[in-house]
């Protein structure tokens, strides 16, 4: 009987030992993984900074927001726009591009852009659950977001990160973000896919009306510059008035629908009417040779110009022959 169950013992000993596994290759693959979606983090967020970005830029050509100054630094451009906002493009390193790795683009239809992606080198339109295209800008306007989901693969997010999708190829299998290998395959926002990551624009140049940007994959944007902004008068100080009062042509530059002249008087006894392309001053009692001012307002949603005109009395005595006599007035002399 001891023999017997020495002999029971045994077996089940041998048994345990022969279904044991060594699951460390395992574990070391999951780690490596979970490093390589890690490492991929810092430059997915940047793709979806580039993604709003380019979404910013179609906004401020759809609302005719010109653009003030176009900055270079060592990380890309920065855009300045009249409405005070600035958009960074950034330059990214050089890849090769690839088959496998979606591209989030943009293509215009009838006036609007709509977001595309393209995966084994076809463009195709974003859409949503019923096949419509999804717009960049607008009430209806979606910023899609794209992110690295535990297995390795790409996924994309059209309502601002709540829900994710993994991204498909052409023949409907999830494109692979971290490969087996251990290389990255890594898209290019709006353009050229590349492992390190590329920048989503070729190259933004400028003329005297406009900036070009030129996306990586050939899309070019015109964004305009914003024209200088100002009013412009013959004279602005000392400018003679007499009873009869005076009208004073004035220009204007860089003007939008949106761009309004006013004027009012600050200093004086004077009238003053605006009309278009004139402000015409008169006196309405008595003043004095000096201290007789109208300020002129030139404004749109987003700029204000202010102007001040100044203005001296022109005396009405007169010699008998009916030639007028020198006078002092601040800084001048009448004749």
Not at 121 to 144: F, H, I, M, R, Y
Request: with cysteine; charged share 25%.
């Amino acid at each position: 009987m001891k023999t017997k169950h020495w002999l029971a013992a045994w077996l089940m000993a041998a048994s345990f030992t022969a279904c044991e596994y060594d699951d460390s290759e395992l574990k070391s693959d999951v780690s490596n993984l979970k490093d390589r979606i890690t490492a991929l983090e810092g430059q997915v967020n940047q793709m979806n900074e580039d993604i709003v970005s380019l979404q910013n830029i179609i906004n401020a050509v759809d609302q005719q927001i010109g653009i003030t100054q176009v900055e270079q630094n060592a990380d890309g451009y920065t855009l300045h726009f009249t409405d005070g906002t600035s958009i960074d493009l950034h330059n990214g390193e050089d890849g090769k591009d690839g088959t496998d790795t979606p591209i989030i683009g943009i293509a215009q239809e009838n006036g609007t852009y709509y977001w595309t992606m393209t995966t084994d080198g076809e463009t195709s339109w974003l859409t949503d659950d019923e096949g419509n295209k999804l717009p960049v800008t607008g009430t209806a306007g979606v910023t899609p977001l794209l992110k690295v989901d535990d297995e390795g693969y790409w996924t994309v997010s059209y309502d601002q990160g709540n829900t994710y999708t993994q991204v498909t190829d052409n023949e409907g299998n999830p494109v692979q973000a971290v490969g087996k290998d251990g290389q990255n395959g890594t898209p290019g926002t709006s353009g050229t896919p590349g492992k390190d990551g590329d920048s989503f624009f070729q190259s933004v140049t400028q003329d005297s009306e406009k900036v070009i940007l030129v996306l990586s994959d050939g899309t070019v944007i015109n964004i305009p510059k914003a024209k200088a902004f100002g009013i412009a008068f013959e004279q602005t100080e000392n400018i003679p008035l007499d009873k009869d009062g005076i009208t004073l042509p004035y220009t204007v530059t860089g003007a939008d629908a949106d761009t309004q002249v006013r004027a009012f008087v600050s200093k004086g006894n004077l009238e003053v009417t605006v009309s278009e392309g004139s402000i015409t001053v008169k006196p309405t009692g008595e003043n004095a040779p000096e201290g007789n001012e109208v300020i002129v307002l030139l404004f749109n949603k987003e700029r204000t110009i202010t102007t001040l005109l100044t203005f001296v009395i022109v005396p009405e005595e007169s010699d008998t022959d009916g030639a007028t006599e020198d006078y002092e007035v601040e800084e001048g002399i009448w004749d």
